[in-house]
C-alpha cells in the first residue's frame, strides 16, 4: 500500500493532538497509534520525513528562511506589496495590532493571514502530493516558481494544514517531543542506524518492523556519520577526576567547521556536521586528498580551517566557506586563461574616508586538520582504540604543509607558535599547563580523550571532554536559558524588558534536561532593537504569572517574591539560550534557586543557534566557581 491517498489532514491531526498532550509519554504514544492505525503496511518514510523534516536530506535545502518564504507566501496569495497582509507577513517578527500573540512566529503569523483567506475547509491534499510539491520546491531557485508552488499547496489546503506545512518547509516543529523519542518509538534500533548512516529513509526502509531487532550496522564510505561531540567540564581537575585511570590525550580545540571528509577512489565528500554535502571544499581540496590519502577508501574526522601562507599559521580572519569559494573562482578563471590553479589572494582593507588603505595581502587557503580516522580500505576502524587510529592516521595520511595535517601526540603541525596541538598527559598539572599554553594562542580550549577508547557516532556524553578559558575566567559568558520575563516601566510598560534565567538541572546524559533553576535576573546589554525581536520570538510562549500563583512544573524557584517573574515561559523547549556575562558571587544568592548569585549580570549575546536543552548545567557551574575560587 503506498501513501497517495493518506491525506495530510491526519497528520496535521496527530501534530494537533501532540501539542495539547502534556507528556512526552502520550506524545509518543500517538505517533505509535499513527503509525500502527494509519500508516499500517506504506512506506513510513513519506510520513516520518514530514515529521522530521530538520533530518531528511533526500530533498536538499529549500533555500527559504522566514523572510523570503514571507516574500513567497505574498506572491502566492496574490497580495499587494503594501496591504496590511502582505506586511504582517513580512514584519512577522513585529506583529501588528490583530497579531500580537503570534509576533515572532512566522508560521502562526501566516495561519492568521491565510485563515481569511483560505478557511476551515481542507481541499484533500494527501501526503504524496505534499511531497512532491515539497520537491518541486527544493529542485527551484527561481522565488517566482517557489510562490507557483506555494499557491498550488494553499489552493489544496486550509490555513490549519497550511500552517504545518510552512513550519515543515522552517524544518521546526515545536511539537515538544524530542528526535531520540520519536526514533525510539519508530523502532529501538531507529536511532543507531541513523546516527551511522544520517539516512531517514534507510531507517525507515529497514526497520519497518518495531518488533524485530537488527543487528548493529557499521559506518560506510559515502554516507555521513553523526559526529562524535565533547561534553563541557568546569576545569582541569574534574576532567581529570571524570577520566580516572584512563590513558589520556590532550589536544587543541580548534575553532574552525566540523568536516568529514570520504574518499573513495577519485570521489570526494566533504561533510560538516549538520550531515550536509559541502561541494565548495571540492575545487580547492579533492585533489589535496586524492594525491595524500595512501589509501583508496578512507573516512577522515577533522576541522577545516583557513591556513596564512604568507604568515605560515592558522588565519585570524577569513572564513572556510569564503575561501573554498574564492578558490574555485580563481580556479575557473584560471581555467579560462589556460593557466594551472594558483592560491587566490584576499586583499583586507581598512576604511580611511573614500579612499581605502592596503593593509596586507595574504595567500589565503583552507587546511583540513583530521584528528582521527573511521575508515580504511575496506573496515570500519571506529572500534580500535584512539591509539590505533592514531598511528593508522600516520600511515595513511602524508601531510601537506599548509593543506591537510594530522593531529597526533607529540606530532607537528608547522604552526610555530606552539610545540605540539596534541600531546599525553600523565597528570592534572600536564593538563592545565597544556591548557594554558593552547589559549595562549588560540582562545578555543582543548579537548580531552581516552587513548582507548573508540569513536562513538553521535555521542555526546562525555566521552570526549571539552575545557575552555571562558569556564575558568569569572565574569566569562555563561548561556543559560530564559525562564520567565518582568514587564518594564516608562517606555517598555507592559512589555517585557528582564528576563528570568535558569540553568539546567543535569539529567541522565540519555535525555534532555527536565528542569531548571532560577540563576539570575537580567536586562541590560542588548540594543532596543535586539530586546524587540528576542521578546517578539518569546512572546507566544509567554504565560502570566497569575493568582494562583503557580509556578510551571519545569522551574525550581525560592520562596522569595523578587524572584517571580510576571510572565513565565510555557516550557523550557519553547524557550531561547542567552549568554551573559558577569561577577560570580560565591555565596548562596537567597533570591534565586541556583546555588551561586551573580553581580552585575549584562547579556552579551542572544543564542538563536544553542538549542535549549545546551545551556548551562547546575554541576558545571559549580565546578567554574569553584575552580576560579581556587577550590
Ligand atoms: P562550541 O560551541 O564549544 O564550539 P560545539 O558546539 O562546536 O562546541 P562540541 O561538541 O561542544 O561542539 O565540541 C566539539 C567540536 O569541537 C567538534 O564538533 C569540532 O568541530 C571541534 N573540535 C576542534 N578541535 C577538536 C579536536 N581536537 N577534537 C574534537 N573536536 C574538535
Known amino acids: 500500500m503506498t501513501d497517495a491517498t493518506v491525506k495530510f489532514g491526519l497528520l496535521v491531526s496527530m501534530f494537533q493532538a501532540m501539542l495539547r498532550d502534556r507528556t512526552a509519554a502520550k506524545k509518543r504514544k ?14 513510513y518514510f513519506s510520513a516520518v520525513r514530514l515529521i522530521l523534516p530538520g533530518l531528511d536530506r533526500e530533498r536538499g535545502t529549500y533555500g527559504l528562511k522566514e523572510s523570503t518564504l ?17 506586511l504582517r507577513l513580512v514584519n512577522w517578527r513585529k506583529g501588528g495590532a490583530r497579531s500580537g500573540a503570534n509576533a515572532g512566529n512566522f508560521a502562526l503569523i501566516a495561519a492568521e493571514v491565510l485563515q481569511r483567506r483560505q478557511g476551515i475547509v481542507s481541499g484533500g491534499l494527501t501526503i504524496r502530493e505534499l511531497n ?8 527551484t531557485e527561481n522565488r517566482g516558481e517557489k510562490a507557483v508552488i506555494l499557491s498550488t499547496l494553499i489552493k489544496k489546503t486550509n490555513a490549519l494544514e ?17 528526535e531520540k523519542s520519536i526514533f525510539h518509538e519508530f523502532h529501538p534500533d531507529a536511532e543507531d542506524l541513523f546516527n551511522v548512516t544520517c539516512d531517514l529513509k534507510l531507517v525507515c526502509e529497514k526497520l519497518k518492523d518495531h518488533t ?4 548493529k550496522q557499521d559506518i560506510e564510505v559515502g554516507k555521513p556519520v553523526r559526529p562524535q561531540l565533547a561534553m563541557r567540564v568546569g576545569d582541569a581537575t574534574t576532567a581529570w577526576k571524570k577520566l580516572h585511570g584512563k590513558h589520556v590525550v590532550v589536544e587543541c580545540k580548534f575553532d574552525g567547521d566540523r568536516i568529514q571528509i570520504h574518499k573513495n577512489g577519485e570521489e570526494i565528500h566533504f561533510f560538516s556536521r549538520n550531515f550536509l554535502e559541502h561541494p565548495e571544499y571540492a575545487h580547492g581540496m579533492s585533489n589535496v586528498i586524492v594525491q595524500n590519502i595512501l589509501v583508496q577508501r578512507c573516512i577522515l574526522d577533522g576541522e577545516m580551517l583557513v591556513w596564512d601562507m604568507s604568515a605560515q599559521h592558522f588565519a585570524e580572519f577569513g572564513s572556510n566557506q569564503e575561501i573554498a569559494k574564492a578558490a574555485k573562482e580563481g580556479l575557473e578563471s584560471n581555467r579560462q586563461h589556460g593557466h594551472f590553479c594558483k592560491p587566490f589572494y584576499l586583499l583586507q582593507f581598512l576604511p580611511g574616508g573614500f579612499s581605502l588603505f592596503l593593509l596586507s595581502i595574504s595567500k589565503l587557503l583552507n587546511i583540513n586538520i583530521a584528528f582521527d580516522i573511521l575508515y580504511v580500505g575496506d573496515t570500519s576502524v571506529i572500534h580500535q582504540s584512539l591509539t590505533e587510529r592514531h598511528s593508522l592516521l600516520q600511515k595513511v595520511v602524508k601531510p601537506v604543509k599548509g593543506r591537510l595535517e594530522i593531529l597526533v601526540p607529540n606530532g607537528g603541525i608547522n604552526d610555530h607558535r ?29 579537548v580531552l580523550k581516552d587513548l582507548g577508547s573508540k569513536w562513538e557516532p553521535g555521542d555526546r556524553s562525555g566521552k570526549w571532554l571539552k575545557l575552555k578559558p571562558d569556564y575558568i575566567h569569572a565574569g566569562s559568558d555563561l548561556d543559560v536559558l530564559i525562564i520567565g520575563g518582568y514587564f518594564g516601566s516608562g517606555r517598555r510598560g507592559g512589555e517585557v524588558s528582564q528576563f528570568l534565567v535558569g540553568l539546567a538541572e543535569l539529567s541522565d546524559h540519555t535525555s534532555y534536561p527536565k528542569r531548571f533553576i532560577s540563576f539570575c535576573r537580567v536586562g541590560s546589554g542588548l540594543s532596543n532593537d535586539e530586546l524587540n525581536a528576542l521578546v517578539a520570538k518569546l512572546k507566544p510562549y509567554f504565560r502570566k504569572n497569575e493568582y494562583p500563583k503557580r509556578v510551571p512544573r519545569f522551574y525550581e524557584v525560592t520562596n522569595n517574591s523578587k524572584e517571580r517573574p510576571d510572565v513565565w515561559i510555557e516550557s523550557p523547549d519553547k524557550s531561547i539560550v542567552i549568554s551573559i556575562t558577569s561577577d560570580i558571587r560565591t555565596v548562596k544568592s537567597e533570591v534565586f534557586a541556583a546555588p551561586y548569585g551573580l553581580r552585575f549580570p549584562r547579556i552579551t549575546r542572544v543564542r538563536y543557534d544553542k538549542p535549549w536543552y545546551e545551556c548551562l548545567n547546575v554541576q558545571s557551574f ?8 581556587g577550590n
Open 30 to 43: 500517538r505517533f505509535r497509534t499513527f503509525l500502527d492505525r494509519v500508516y499500517s503496511g506504506r512506506e
Open 70 to 86: 514571507a516574500t513567497c507566501v505574498v506572491d502566492a496569495l496574490g497580495l499587494a506589496k503594501d496591504s496590511p497582509d502582505a
Open 132 to 139: 512532491n510539491l515539497l520537491d518541486q520546491l527544493a529542485s
Open 162 to 178: 497550511m500552517k504545518w506545512i510552512l513550519m515543515i518547509i522552517l524544518k521546526d516543529l515545536k511539537l515538544g517531543i524530542s
Open 212 to 215: 524485530q531487532r537488527q543487528k
Open 418 to 446: 606552539q610545540p605540539f596541538w596534541s600531546t599525553v598527559a600523565y597528570n592534572v598539572e600536564d593538563v592545565e599547563r597544556f591548557f594554558k599554553d593552547t589559549i595562549e594562542n588560540r582562545d578555543e580550549g582543548i
Open 622 to 629: 559549580i565546578e567554574l566557581v569553584q575552580s576560579s575560587n
